[in-house]
């Protein structure tokens, strides 16, 4: 009772304040709130024509078949596989990137080369896409015409589940390196100065300033994005795989994700059980990835958990 | 600079290798970011035949402005997803500014008491998700919203992350200033507009750019929701065109016969690549910083 009026007082003192906040509210209900109770369809046959509340109830059976036909360990492989790699490379050389770029003394180089590394995570994926085609298809690609002239024999990259795999992670690496190395710089640049002065006094080259002071001082930074990083290790990067591989069979045994199941299974297959079942493994296991990696950074250090 | 000194006062073996492999490793890196752009800008403006019979080079064989032309010529369709994805872009991040400026304006209000619980019923949204299907069936089979361009605008309208990233910028502001002004009888909303909206100006640059870029770029909203060809925005369209080139390509090679339609030219492809990622590239240059400043406020914390 008490508690009631304690709230509807806080209203009536900030009515503005929750007007201007009641938009945003309602917008997370419906938008974020309201799907989540579509975990239910995970459960269902879904009939588009009977709707939510009346498709047939199934129980588990959409999560046997995932698991017992092998789509579902193939899914997980590659999702986890992928995003380890991502993970891995990308920060590797977002790090090396922001080395070079904090100690090479040219400004007029450095400025120029960030303004560019920069420039690929502006694009959209539809352009990722053509760029890849530009590069590997067989028939005017330029990997593909370069091979040719030098007399060496054509390889046909969209039949090679193979190569994809290195493609996808290469390419995701370079969309992202900007973006990331500006984060790692950011970091650089709140070093202490000092610390570098004395060192070169000392007689340090740089080499030895980098793997003695930079590199111990970049390690926590890395290591908490790593983690925060391994936390969403089960969310695809949908647009990436779909606009390279796209619906391309071929190449399924190696680059479908949970993501691109889900969507072939609304917008080609019309599967809407099996892909909410996908769907619905990929939000709990998520989840509880996230609370982990969240409880094991705040048992580390408080101050660097996110909650 | 300070490189540069210690070269002249120093110079040693380490500094000079560090530099060799530095500047040799980061033009090769660079290169590679750009060389995809340059493929297409160097294919965009070739002969058409002479890139069927020797694919795409570095350096155009044979000049032509025949693909921009043929653009030109017929540019209604162009022209329409045009509109479509200027107006979702106008109207999607003025509405999401506005949205995201007042929920970050409410969230650094220290006398706000539910605040870590809005904060917490936001966050929430980043850590669980109903997923792309549900979200699907809501919006096309309860708010009935296929084919409406609000199925565009809607769902990158606001973001947790925005909203994290505005509170960040405002909290900067001094509260001695919203003090002065709510004694001179300031109510909350004039606060707001008329002391907060102003010195906010960076991250609302900042947030503004990032909407607008996630817009703009926006094809895959699009691909659930639109199925009118006269709403296409523009990435949906340039991704349907390659897509059904590659279909069209394909079928031909299987020796089947799909109709008296052409296949858009290789050419043709690059030069709508460029006209639909113009405006970006154009604007690049100026708001470069805004995204560096976003980056780096955001990469602080949360």
């Known amino acids: ?307 | 600079m300070k490189a540069g000194m210690i070269g002249q006062v120093r110079p040693d073996k380490g500094t000079a290798s560090f530099k060799l492999i530095g500047y040799s490793f980061m033009s090769l890196v660079t290169l590679i970011c750009f060389i995809p752009f340059w493929l297409i800008i160097v294919a965009s403006i070739s002969d058409e035949k002479t890139i069927l019979v020797e694919g795409f080079k570095l350096w155009p064989q044979v000049f032509s402005l025949d693909a921009y032309r043929s653009i030109f010529s017929d540019a209604g369709p162009l022209m329409k997803a045009y509109a479509v994805t200027m107006f979702i872009t106008a109207l999607g991040t003025l509405l999401g500014l506005l949205l995201t400026a007042m929920t970050g304006y409410v969230l650094t209000r220290q006398d706000f008491k539910a605040r870590n619980k809005v904060s917490f019923m936001i966050y929430f949204t980043t850590l669980f998700s109903g997923g792309v299907i549900p979200s699907y069936i809501l919006m096309v089979k309860y708010l009935d919203l296929k084919n409406s361009l609000w199925a565009l605008v809607l769902p990158c309208v606001l973001s947790p992350w925005n909203i994290f990233l505005m509170r960040n910028f405002m909290k900067s502001i001094p509260s001695s200033l919203v003090e002065a002004a709510r004694i001179d009888g300031a109510g909350d909303w004039q606060v707001f507009t008329r002391v907060i909206l102003p010195l906010s100006k960076a991250g609302l640059a900042t947030i503004g750019l990032f909407l607008a870029l996630n817009y703009w770029n926006d094809w895959y909203h699009a691909s659930l929701y639109i199925t009118k060809e006269e709403l296409y925005p523009l990435q949906y369209m340039l991704y349907r065109m390659l897509s059904n080139a590659e279909y069209m390509k394909q079928a031909a090679e299987a020796g089947l016969f799909l109709g008296t339609e052409t296949l858009p030219s290789e050419t043709l492809k690059m030069a709508t690549a460029l006209v639909v990622t113009g405006p970006i590239l154009l604007a690049y240059p100026f708001v470069q910083k805004y995204f560096v400043k976003g980056v780096m406020i955001g990469s602080v914390k949360g």
């Open chain 1, 1 to 307: 009772m008490r508690k009631g009026t304690s709230l509807l007082s806080g209203v009536r003192k900030h009515s503005v304040l929750w007007l201007m906040l009641l938009p945003v509210l309602i917008y997370f209900i419906i938008f974020s709130y309201l799907p989540m109770c579509g975990i239910w369809l995970a459960f269902t046959r879904f009939d588009f024509r009977l709707g939510f509340f009346k498709s047939p109830f199934v129980g588990f059976d959409n999560f046997r078949y995932l698991f017992e036909s092998g789509i579902f360990f193939r899914l997980l492989r590659n999702t986890v596989l992928y995003n380890a790699a991502f993970i891995l490379c990308g920060n590797m050389m977002q790090v090396i990137c922001a080395l070079f770029l904090n100690d090479l003394g040219n400004r007029r180089f450095v400025k120029t080369s960030q303004s560019l590394i920069f420039l690929p995570y502006f694009i959209s994926y539809v352009l990722v896409g053509l760029f890849s085609y530009a590069l590997f298809n067989v028939d005017n690609g330029l990997i593909n015409t370069t091979l040719r002239s030098l007399g060496l024999e054509e390889y046909n990259f969209y039949l090679e589940p193979n190569a994809w795999p290195f493609i996808i992670v290469a390419v995701q690496v370079w969309k992202g390196l900007g973006y990331g190395s500006v984060v790692y710089l950011s970091v650089m640049s709140s070093f202490d100065q000092e610390i570098y002065e004395s060192a070169r006094i000392d007689g340090a080259t740089k080499w030895q300033q980098v793997r003695k002071l930079t590199l111990p001082m970049v390690k926590p930074t890395f290591m908490l994005l790593v983690m925060f990083n391994l936390g969403s290790i089960l969310k695809g990067q949908f647009q990436l795989f779909y606009q390279l591989v796209g619906n391309n069979g071929l190449l399924f045994n190696t680059t479908d994700i949970i993501d691109t199941y889900v969507y072939r299974s609304l917008t080609v297959n019309f599967d809407i059980g099996m892909g909410s079942a996908a769907g619905v493994f990929q939000s709990v296991f998520g989840c509880a990835l996230v609370l982990i990696v969240n409880a094991l950074v705040r048992r580390h250090d408080k101050d660097l958990a996110l909650f």
